[in-house]
């Protein structure tokens, strides 16, 4: 891959400023206060919020918790969509901090799945990266790691660590010199205003002439709707980790530097503010 490690640096430490507060029909002993930290955009929200457990659960009879539960706005948070995708898919135009309610009753079934541990977590992501790597390389790569580099990846992700996450992570974005590029693109396309979960499907980063395929072309295949607009009025926003890249930006180098430590590249399509 080509060697831009600032940017890979500048997507793992962002951070989201969010404020939790406990939801109004909770039962407390005592006032619960609001509860401010900085959320990593790369992590997942049951991963970080031990802090935001423990504070609220001081205010809290015990009998009164069970599951914990984060939403924003009526819209349940799925833990297993990293942080920054679900900041930029559903409050990405509001004004800082990210204000997200707190639950600890009526787990919605529905809408979320259960997380009882970092296991749970851990098991999610590595399916993830394993599936990313099916698509890049045809598992060769995942497979030709030992059970500790897979650990790594995982405690370098739990535990904030850059340097010793991309020293693994770093040959799941290689390919080979004579290639140029992986055999298919990993992403996800998340539309705010539909209730598919999202668009996912087979996509190479290079045309059948030897040309890059561009973010653009991506859209144009899968969502055409987010960038050729009937009446002509760009209404949607395509976000990826906070911020609109460029339609002609090279998919490849997008894969390469913009993915989420899952290996996938989640893109949100979101309508344009109005004012």
């Known amino acids: 891959m080509t060697d831009d490690k600032d940017v890979l640096r500048d997507v793992w430490f962002g951070r989201i400023p969010t404020c939790f507060t406990l939801y109004q029909d909770e039962i407390t002993e005592r ?28 205010v809290m009879r015990q009998e009164e918790v ?29 004004a800082l901090p990210w204000s997200i309610t707190v639950h600890f009753k ?15 977590i851990e098991a999610h992501f590595m399916a993830c990266i394993k599936e990313a790597d099916a698509l890049k390389h045809k598992s060769q790569v995942i497979n030709e790691m030992q059970k500790k580099d897979h ?32 055999r298919y693109i990993p992403f996800r396309v998340y539309q705010a205003t539909t209730e598919r979960p999202f668009i996912q499907k087979l996509f190479r980063p290079v045309a059948s002439g030897g040309q890059l395929h561009t973010l653009g072309d991506l859209l144009k295949d899968v969502c055409p709707s987010a960038i050729t607009p009937e009446d002509g009025e760009q209404k949607t926003q395509v976000m990826i980790h906070g911020i609109e890249p460029m339609l002609e930006t090279p998919i490849q180098w997008l894969s390469e530097h913009m993915s989420y430590p899952d290996n996938f590249l989640h893109i949100s399509i979101i309508p344009r503010p109005t004012d």
């Not at 006032?31 to 001081?58: C, G, M, N, W």
């Not at 069970?66 to 509001?94: M, V």
Request: hydrophobic share 35%; with cysteine.
């Open 31 to 58: 006032e619960a206060e609001p509860y401010y930290l900085l959320l990593p955009r790369i992590s997942y929200l049951t991963l970080v919020t031990d802090k935001v457990k423990k504070h609220f659960q001081k």
């Open 151 to 182: 650990k790594q990846l995982w405690m370098g992700l739990q535990n904030d660590k850059f340097e010793q996450f991309w020293a693994i992570n770093r040959k799941l974005m290689e390919y080979p010199p004579e290639d140029s590029g992986f």
């Open 106 to 120: 009526n787990f919605p079934e529905k809408d979320l799945l259960h997380c009882h541990s970092k296991d749970v």
């Open 66 to 94: 069970s599951e914990i539960w984060f939403e924003y706005e009526g819209t349940p948070l799925k833990w297993h969509y990293p942080i920054g995708l679900l900041f930029d898919l559903h409050a990405s135009n509001t």
